[in-house]
């Protein structure tokens, strides 16, 4: 009897432990099948999410203070290895936080991935930043400045107070390897599916400090999200990517919105990038409805930005229907079709482009598998 009630303290006790600690393994495969403009129809990636494999856990430290981390890596659904929009070829390419905070202090957090003013646009955009030639939706159109995730970052995401919430990244200098551009995962392709031939670097994507030398730089995004509403405006400060012929130290400002209506929800956006000698602006409006099992998305836009790598600037409109259907919770397929129209400057391969990466000119078709863990 006496034995009986040892083992059951010690699993009793063992249990309140993991009750305050706990390590969870959660990721995403999407692949699929593409036909792009200008390129063979081929097995495709990372089209309705990016593949990852991750890592968070939380630390319950007591009244109501928490510890928690999240260790992020992006990885090829297609042809295996690492994959990162940010270049590196690395575990926790997409995102490495440490964490500290509690539901009425806030949460404050170091280290690297996505900042506040990157979540104005992608609530905004009904595919969630998905499909399309580089399979980010209305991320293409919209200035590199709020689309990078950085490097050493001083975060700070405020409590929700009756529906209002802020987030604050603030960027440091980190040591000499983060403040100098490192190689990229394909040696300086880029993921376009008709990139220009380019260095073994590629400046800012790489670099990916918020800060220079000399120049502080912050992104600041706040927002009201209380039942179907949603209000987001940011600003953005990255003295790092100056615009050919601009101003360094210029803005980049964005709001958004979304109202849902029950049978259907309706987004729009729009930016104005201040880097330039003339301010240029970037917009879309979109729409979702529940229909079936899945969703239905739609959403149309235009970017004048001209990206922070093309002297002159360019035209870019582009159109887009996607659908996804739910085969489990856990489960879906999907298929997009998108046109995209661009005019104006060009790259030094002479291709059409439409911001920092490669995009032709055509309809694009796109199916797929998706499965979270």
């Known amino acids: 009897m006496k034995k009986s009630l040892v083992a059951l303290a010690v699993l009793a006790s063992c249990g309140a432990a993991m009750a305050q600690s706990s390590v969870t393994l959660y990721g995403i495969l999407d692949v ?143 040591d000499g390897s983060s403040d100098t551009a490192r190689p990229t995962v394909d040696g300086g392709v880029s993921a376009a599916p008709n990139p220009p031939a380019t260095s073994a670097v590629l400046n800012g994507a790489a670099t990916r400090n918020i800060s220079s030398g000399n120049r502080t730089g912050y992104t600041l995004h706040t927002q009201y999200a209380q039942g ?58 979109g729409l979702s409805a529940p229909l079936g099992a899945g969703t239905l998305m739609a959403w149309y836009g235009i970017d004048q930005n001209g990206g922070v790598n093309i002297a002159g600037g360019d035209k870019y409109k582009v159109g887009m229907v996607a659908y996804s259907y739910a085969l489990s919770k856990r489960t879906d397929v999907y298929g997009a079709y998108t046109n995209d129209n661009v005019s104006g400057a060009k790259n030094a391969a002479g291709r059409q482009v439409a911001g920092a990466a490669g995009v032709n000119d055509g309809n694009s078709l796109q199916v797929g598998i998706r499965h979270k863990f």
Do not use: C, M
């Open 228 to 285: 179907p509403i949603y209000v987001g405006l940011s600003t953005t400060r990255v003295p790092t990517r100056p615009a050919t012929g601009g101003n360094p130290n210029g803005h980049v400002w964005t709001v958004a919105a979304s109202y849902d209506l029950g049978v259907v929800k309706l987004y729009g956006a729009a930016e104005s990038d201040r880097r330039y000698n003339n301010d240029r602006y970037a917009g879309h409006l």
């Open 32 to 174: 699929g099948v593409e036909k792009l403009p200008g390129i063979s129809t081929r097995v495709s990636t990372n089209q309705e999410s990016n593949s990852r494999i991750g890592f968070r856990g939380v630390e319950d430290l007591g009244g109501g203070l928490q510890a928690s981390f999240v260790i992020e890596t992006g990885i090829n659904g297609d042809k295996a290895g690492f994959s990162s929009n940010g270049g590196l070829a690395t575990i926790g390419n997409r995102a490495t936080w440490l964490s500290l905070g509690s539901k009425s202090l806030g949460k404050a957090s170091i280290g690297r991935g996505y900042v506040g003013s990157f979540f104005t646009q992608l609530w905004a955009d009904p595919t969630g930043n998905s499909y399309g030639q580089g399979g980010g939706g209305t991320l293409l159109i919209y200035s590199t400045a709020n689309q990078s995730r950085f490097d050493n970052v001083i975060r700070y995401e405020t409590p929700n107070l009756y529906g209002f919430s802020a987030d604050l990244g603030l960027g440091l200098r980190g």
